[in-house]
């Protein structure tokens, strides 16, 4: 048995520590990362989460397996329910849903997420697929946690988002409260690089990845950001919480969210 793990099971095992038990959380298409993360946080430290599929919604599935695409119909498999899509964002309205996951190939210090245009609409340089419910979800969910891979790139963590899809903490329109949005916004951000948090609505570096130092963060990203005064390595994941990842995911599907050069980095037990 190898004491190594790599990246993708640690990025995993950080994205599950943002779940607290007995919650409702929800995560969007094509996540797979998330969806790991979820069943993780299920079988570990939140037994009594419940969890919503996010292209199927179904409510706490047992799958034997992450499939390749986020509307299969095997990550259905063992749930309680299949939620209706219109049920999903009446809960979500009431206030009823407690976490959502949310990434973004754009995130700005605030924590508004773009994926929908680069480059800004009417004329963008690359149209997105845009953010489905995403908008509407972001706005009255309770908290979100945001996560992204592309943060070395220096193009994810930006000033500010060409156009704003899911709402951060405060646009120029003004803060969420102002908007008359009851939501929390976001609480933690995780990228490949480290952890942030949001304790006065804007993003603060929490954690870094063992590899990582506080340079590489500062030179990838595109805003300034204040620095938590105990700043430390994230918490090195359990042996049981390795071989978990590996056994919710034997496919190895959240590996596809990372490019090929981060997939190389590896930790030791």
């Known amino acids: 048995m190898t004491d190594r793990f790599g990246l993708d099971e640690l990025f995993v095992v950080e994205l599950a520590r943002t779940i607290r038990d007995a919650e409702v959380v929800f995560h969007g298409f094509g996540s797979p990362c998330a969806t790991v993360a979820m069943h993780l946080a299920k079988r570990t430290h939140a ?27 095997s990550l259905k498999r063992g749930s309680a329910y299949s939620m209706r899509f219109e049920e999903a964002f009446d809960m979500s309205i009431r206030g009823d849903m407690d976490l959502m996951f949310l990434s973004g190939i754009q995130i700005d210090p605030h924590g508004n997420t773009n994926v929908t245009a680069v480059g800004g609409m009417p004329s963008p340089k690359v149209k997105l697929g845009g953010g489905g419910g995403g908008c509407n979800m972001s706005a009255t969910i ?78 990838a990203t595109g805003f300034e950001f204040a620095v938590a005064p105990d700043l430390a390595p994230v918490q090195t994941p359990s042996r049981d919480q390795i071989d978990l990842v590996r056994a919710i995911d034997p496919l190895e599907v959240r590996r596809r969210e990372f490019r090929p050069a981060e997939l190389e980095r590896s930790f030791t037990l």
């Open 47 to 73: 037994p009594h989460a419940m969890l919503i599929e996010g292209a199927t919604y179904a409510v706490n599935p047992s799958p034997s397996f992450i499939a390749p695409t986020s509307n299969d119909h």
């Open 142 to 219: 309770g908290r979100l946690t945001l996560w992204t891979t592309n943060h070395r790139s220096g193009r994810c963590l930006v000033e500010a988002c060409d156009f704003i899809t899911d709402i951060g903490h405060r646009t120029p329109e003004g803060a969420r409260s102002e908007l008359g949005y009851p939501g929390g916004g976001p609480d933690v951000l995780v990228t490949e690089l480290g952890v942030f948090d949001y304790p006065e609505g804007r993003a603060r570096l929490r954690r870094l990845f063992p590899d990582v130092t506080l340079g590489e963060v500062t030179a």
